[in-house]
C-alpha cells in the first residue's frame, strides 16, 4: 500500500508541475472555504429573499404599537375617537 500512495503522489506532483499548478497556500482550509461558499450561494440569497416580509412585519408592529400609545397618551388619534379607549 505505501508504495501505491507514493506512486500516485509522484505522479500527481508531476502533473502539476506539467500543468503550473500551484500549491495551496498556507492556512487554506477546505472547511472553512466550504462555509464561506455556502454563505455566499444559500445563506444570504434566502435572507434577502425574506426581507421584504420582514420588513412588513416590522411594519405591522410598529404601527399597532403606536397606535396603542396614541391611545394611552391622549385618548385620541388625530380626529377620531380611539377605539381602544
Given at each position: 500500500?505505501p508504495?501505491?500512495?507514493?506512486?500516485i503522489?509522484?505522479?500527481?506532483?508531476a502533473?502539476?508541475?506539467?500543468?503550473?499548478?500551484?500549491?495551496?497556500?498556507?492556512?487554506y482550509?477546505?472547511?472553512?472555504?466550504?462555509?464561506?461558499?455556502?454563505?455566499?450561494?444559500?445563506?444570504i440569497?434566502?435572507?434577502?429573499?425574506?426581507?421584504?416580509?420582514?420588513?412588513a412585519?416590522?411594519?405591522?408592529?410598529?404601527?399597532?404599537?403606536?397606535?396603542?400609545?396614541?391611545?394611552?397618551?391622549?385618548?385620541?388619534?388625530g380626529?377620531?375617537?380611539?377605539?381602544?379607549g
Open positions: 500500500m508504495v501505491l500512495v507514493s506512486s503522489q509522484a505522479d500527481h506532483n502533473r502539476a508541475s506539467a500543468n503550473l499548478v500551484l500549491p495551496t497556500p498556507d492556512g482550509g477546505l472547511q472553512a472555504a466550504a462555509r464561506r461558499l455556502a454563505l455566499r450561494l444559500c445563506l440569497p434566502k435572507r434577502q429573499a425574506a426581507l421584504p416580509a420582514l420588513a412585519g416590522l411594519f405591522t408592529v410598529r404601527a399597532a404599537v403606536w397606535r396603542c400609545s396614541a391611545c394611552r397618551v391622549g385618548g385620541r388619534v380626529d377620531r375617537a380611539c377605539s381602544r
